[in-house]
């Protein structure tokens, strides 16, 4: 700690993360090992796939590529961190570094919510607006698109970020989680925070309740259009198309919004690393395995990449 004005301000903190399970360091390294290398190469795969396979030069796969970069980012904010604090055991970061660990989660996150919701849109003009589909969804459109929900959260979150790391620290150092994350860094915070957790609550409407609600609203349209097709065949092709979409969908923004918008009294170091394990590595790991398993454009080009390889 730093001595300033009769007070002291905190330089460095510490992320207890797992450190309650002492038993454990080396398994929990292990399965956080096999899980991150399993998130590169399968949101790789999928980025290659998309690049290279003729087949898959739409928006729906630009947009999966996206996605699938986003998510390596994503998970890359947190993982190796956690990794070094297993191995380490030193769980040590400076404010600097914690700072800019929030700043970047917040903003990939916020990325996250606006891509989901760019990508039900996309689903949307596919089923409920086959004919104008190619005009609506052109090349400019997507990059458009694509670009917005990149750099749509980050003035934003770099504001929440300053706000946050603007408090003084005076309670302890010591972070109960396994990254920078909201809640339990305002725990550390002294004096009156109620106007910083009504910026968070405002935030978290603005970046995860108001995506959802267009990913809601694009999918009850493109519900009601798929029950009035006049055949049984055509109904579980244009489902399936969005399903595993809605699936992803459901996971993400679930854990989310019960780690942000859930009242204070309610949060418990416990169930906050629960919740985030699961949006934060859960989630990243399974993603891949959703879009390729559940599309059969994607099993198809996977299968001529390794023939052409194998050739």
């Given at each position: ?27 929990l390294f292990g399965v956080f090992s096999i899980i991150y290398v399993i998130i590169l190469i399968g949101n790789s795969l999928i980025i290659i796939i998309t690049s290279l396979d003729a087949a898959l030069q739409k928006p729906m796969y630009f947009f999966l590529a996206n996605f699938s970069y986003l998510e390596i980012c994503y998970v890359s904010v947190t993982l190796p961190r956690i990794l070094v604090n297993l191995w380490t055991q030193d769980r040590s970061i400076s404010w600097l570094g914690c700072a800019t660990q929030m700043c970047f989660f917040l903003m990939l996150g916020a990325t996250e ?199």
């Amino acid at each position: 700690m730093r001595a300033e004005d009769n007070g002291s301000t905190i330089t460095q903190f510490v992320l207890l993360g797992f450190s309650d399970l002492p038993n454990l360091q080396g398994l929990l390294f292990g399965v956080f090992s096999i899980i991150y290398v399993i998130i590169l190469i399968g949101n790789s795969l999928i980025i290659i796939i998309t690049s290279l396979d003729a087949a898959l030069q739409k928006p729906m796969y630009f947009f999966l590529a996206n996605f699938s970069y986003l998510e390596i980012c994503y998970v890359s904010v947190t993982l190796p961190r956690i990794l070094v604090n297993l191995w380490t055991q030193d769980r040590s970061i400076s404010w600097l570094g914690c700072a800019t660990q929030m700043c970047f989660f917040l903003m990939l996150g916020a990325t996250e919510c606006f891509l989901l919701a760019v990508m039900a849109y996309d689903r949307y003009v596919a089923i409920c607006n086959p004919l104008h589909y190619p005009l609506i969804m052109n090349h400019k459109m997507c990059v458009q698109l694509a670009v917005g929900s990149w750099i749509g959260g980050v003035p934003g979150q770099i504001g929440q970020t300053w706000q946050i790391f603007s408090l003084h620290f005076c309670n302890s150092n010591q972070i109960n989680h396994f990254f920078c994350d909201i809640p339990p860094i305002l725990k550390l915070a002294c004096g009156d925070t109620v106007v910083h957790e009504i910026a968070v609550y405002v935030l978290a409407v603005l970046f995860v309740a108001v995506p959802f609600l267009l990913i809601l609203a694009s999918y009850s349209k493109i519900i009601s259009t798929i029950l009035r097709l006049p055949t049984a065949r055509g109904r579980a092709k244009a489902f399936s198309t969005c399903s595993s979409h809605l699936i992803v969908v459901l996971l993400f923004f679930g854990s989310a919004t019960i780690t942000y918008l859930r009242p204070k009294s309610n949060h418990s170091a416990g169930t906050d690393k629960m919740f985030s394990l699961f949006y934060t590595i859960v989630t990243p790991m399974f993603n891949p395995m959703i879009y390729s398993l559940r599309n059969k454009d994607v099993i198809a080009a996977l299968r001529r990449l390794l023939l052409k390889k194998i050739v």
